[in-house]
């Protein structure tokens, strides 16, 4: 019969993966408390940083609909990401870079199983907002650029009509020049 503390452990473990956006999986062996407790602070408050049993992990992984058996040897300890994906692996990679004892496994995004260098990969892109800011640019620029093109036509006329009007006013008024009538 399964122990209540263990129970409790494996439900809390499913829940956090079920409600996590992200899970990467790393090993810590080599690290100090302090070193622990610098990484969970790089990590900001959209990620949570927790040392867990292998074997709790697999079974809550398992109710979780999400497999992560190939990671879950050795020392292990999960991230687990509620927030923007791409900020946690860059604390994750940025501080693996100072601390070799930290490596990271691999992981699970959004219920996709990501390998060690795809989440190396994931944490070489921009943050969520810059890329929305630059999606935001393009599509204003682009709208600029279609507002440009529509007012030319007008423009033009409004032009050649100034034209037509000063040459009247001073007296030409017979037929324009082919100059300006190709315009």
Known sequence: ????????????????????NAAVVTAYTGLSVAQLKELRRSLGDN?????????LT????????????????????????????????????????????????????????LSADEIKKLADLESREVLLAKLAGGMKASMA????TFQAPLTKMVRTAEALR????QGGAGEPAPAEAAE
Do not use: C, W
């Open 58 to 113: 697999k079974i809550a992984a398992n109710e979780a609909g999400i497999t992560l058996d190939e990671h879950l040897k050795g020392s292990t300890a999960v991230a687990f990401v509620t927030g923007d994906p791409v900020q946690a692996a860059k604390g994750l990679r940025d501080f693996a870079k100072e601390n070799p004892s930290l490596v990271i496994k691999g992981g699970v995004l959004e219920g996709k199983a």
């Open 166 to 169: 000063s040459k009247v006013e």
């Open 1 to 20: 019969m399964a122990r209540p503390d263990k129970v409790a452990a494996v439900e809390e473990i499913t829940e956090k993966l079920r409600n996590s």
């Open 145 to 148: 650029k279609a507002a440009a």
């Open 47 to 55: 990620a949570q940083y927790r040392v867990v049993k292998n074997t």
